[in-house]
C-alpha cells in the first residue's frame, strides 16, 4: 500500500466465496484507524477475506497487518 496517514478514509469490505463468484459486503467506510480496528475484531475466518480500499489502492487486511 501507499504512504498513507491514520485518518485517510477507507472503505473495509470483505470478499465472499458465494455460488456466483463472491460478493464484495461493506462493512466501514472511514478512517483506516477504525478500519483496523474494527478489522481486528472480526473472527479469523472473515479476517482472511478483508481487503481495505483507499481511493488508489487495495490491500488485503492480513498482508497489511504482517508487515
Known amino acids: 500500500m501507499r ?19 463472491g460478493s464484495a459486503d461493506t462493512l466501514f467506510y472511514g478512517p483506516l484507524s477504525r478500519a483496523l480496528e474494527l478489522a481486528a475484531t472480526q473472527p479469523e ?3 482472511d477475506g478483508l481487503f481495505i480500499a483507499t481511493d488508489n489502492d ?4 492480513l498482508d497489511l497487518i504482517s508487515d
Not at 11 to 16: A, F, G, I, T
Not at 58 to 61: C, G, K, N, R
Open 45 to 47: 475466518e472473515v479476517q
Open 58 to 61: 487495495v490491500v488485503a487486511y
Open 3 to 21: 504512504t498513507t496517514h491514520d485518518d485517510v478514509s477507507v472503505r473495509l469490505y470483505h470478499l465472499s466465496d458465494g455460488p456466483e463468484g
